[in-house]
């Protein structure tokens, strides 16, 4: 009878741990999508945007990209992708799912000016 309440307990105990260990990752893994979006925002991802949808005279449509989708193209940013480095970042060669080779400038600025932001889109 001992030995069944030691197994039934330690069954239950192993089922709590991990039960909350899914409910920490899931609300850890949930404020950082909030993060995110907030840092998007106060960053310039707005204006970023908005100049995207506003220039109507390109030829290909801008499109703004996932951070999974540029980790893929720069192979999760590997030192032999590194086209050049400067004040704002370091740029990184990336070649997309269709074949299409792009630039991706990623920052290093923490702190960004309105004027920062913009230099950085442009």
Same mark, same amino acid.
């Given at each position: 009878?001992?030995?069944?309440?030691?197994?039934g307990s330690?069954?239950?105990?192993?089922?709590?741990?991990?039960? %909350?260990?899914? %409910?920490?990752?899931?609300?850890?893994?949930r404020r950082?999508m909030i993060?995110?979006?907030?840092?998007?925002k #106060?960053?310039g991802?707005?204006?970023? #945007? #908005?100049?995207?949808?506003?220039?109507?005279?390109?030829t290909?449509?801008?499109?703004?990209?996932?951070i999974?989708?540029?980790?893929?193209?720069?192979?999760?940013?590997h030192?032999?992708?590194?086209?050049g480095?400067?004040?704002y970042?370091?740029?990184?060669?990336?070649? %997309?799912?269709?074949?299409r080779?792009?630039?991706i400038?990623?920052?290093?600025?923490?702190? #960004?000016?309105q004027?920062q932001?913009?230099?950085?889109?442009?």
């Open positions: 009878m001992l030995i069944k309440i030691s197994v330690s069954f239950a105990a192993i089922f709590l741990i991990v039960f %909350l260990n899914w %409910l920490y990752f899931g609300l850890k893994k950082l993060l995110r979006e907030k840092f998007f #106060q960053n991802g707005i204006l970023l #945007q #908005q100049r995207i949808s506003g220039d109507g005279g390109a290909d449509q801008a499109k703004v990209f996932t999974e989708e540029l980790k893929r193209a720069t192979n999760k940013y030192d032999n992708r590194i086209i480095k400067g004040g970042g370091t740029v990184y060669n990336g070649i %997309l799912s269709d074949s080779t792009i630039a400038k990623k920052s290093k600025l923490a702190d #960004q000016t004027t932001i913009e230099q950085f889109i442009n």
